[in-house]
């Protein structure tokens, strides 16, 4: 228990476990946590207490809020880092919003008119969204998305390589004749390269055809693992490239890639609710007055 200022702030012992639930949904920050689901299932989340601030109670729906809210500058802290921010938040919130009122501040406020209006039409939005789209991510449809869009798909061919870039065709042939006589391949990158992986013995990592310049790219691919080209000429200079491997680019596991697979499918259906909102409406863009 902590005193502060005659605040007394009590932190329930579920108020540090690992998870948020979102309105409607496990927070995707915490939706491994199956016994914050339990706990959200068996009691209103909004009826759960974390803290009280002078007798006012801050929940856990309060906490699902701030999370929304402040997800941007706390989504990398560790868990119960976050939840301390959280609650220490939902804490100052409450306290200063006491001290506006005692110092005559209300809703009647002109300035507080303004925000209490952006801030009742983004919550009708966000509630209204949410209920379109409800029911329209199921387990089925991320299943039959991952079969028809990546299981099914012809497997890719992706190199690993590195190159040398040179500005010369002459620089080049020289790299080329060291390399022949014995010459270390990442050695001569680490001294020689002028692109931004030559630090690094001038390794590019795997990649796959359409993802380097065309020259490039049919250079690297014509090669077998353990070769080396003669000069290749792009549109960056000249270089001088070693495949390492050669692989067909290995299947997302259904398990490691259905969170995204969800979002995609989400944002989707959430588009597809503005775009139809968008065909009705009459809308004007006016140019404010003294813009140029």
Do not use: C
């Not at 200063?96 to 983004?122: H, M």
């Not at 499918?265 to 597809?272: D, G, I, P, T």
């Not at 909102?277 to 863009?285: D, G, H, V, W």
Request: no cysteine.
């Amino acid at each position: 228990m902590l005193k502060s200022n005659q605040v007394t702030i009590k932190i329930a012992a579920f108020a540090f476990m690992a998870s948020f639930v979102s309105i409607g949904a496990i927070s995707p920050v915490l939706a491994q946590n199956a016994s914050y689901k339990d706990m959200v299932q068996n009691a209103p989340y909004n009826e759960q207490v974390v803290a009280t601030v002078n007798g006012k109670s801050i929940s856990v729906g309060d906490l699902v809020l701030a999370e929304e809210e402040l997800f941007a500058m706390i989504g990398d802290m560790p868990q119960d880092q976050r939840m301390q921010a959280l609650v220490g938040f939902l804490v100052d919130r409450s306290l200063a919003s006491e001290a506006a009122k005692a110092a005559g501040i209300s809703v009647n406020d002109p300035d507080v008119q303004v925000r209490l209006a952006f801030y009742t039409e983004k919550a009708l939005q966000e509630i209204y969204v949410e209920r379109q789209v409800a029911g329209a991510v199921s387990d089925e449809k991320v299943s039959a998305f991952y079969q028809v869009e990546i299981a099914s798909k012809k497997p890719v061919e992706e190199v690993r390589a590195r190159h040398i870039l040179v500005a010369s065709e002459d620089d080049a042939k020289k790299i080329v004749a060291e390399l022949k006589a014995g010459a270390d391949f990442e050695a001569l990158a680490k001294e020689k390269s002028t692109g931004p992986s030559g630090p690094s013995g001038g390794d590019l990592g795997y990649f796959t055809a359409d993802q380097m310049v065309p020259e490039f790219s049919a250079a690297s691919f014509q090669l077998k693992p353990g070769g080396i080209s003669e000069p290749v000429k792009t549109q960056f200079g000249w270089h001088v490239i070693k495949l390492e491997d050669k692989r067909t680019q290995p299947v997302p596991a259904f398990n490691d890639i259905a969170p995204q697979i969800t979002d995609h499918l989400m944002r989707q259906a959430q588009a597809k609710v503005y775009e139809e909102l968008r065909e009705e409406a009459k809308i004007e863009f006016i140019k404010p007055a003294g813009a140029k």
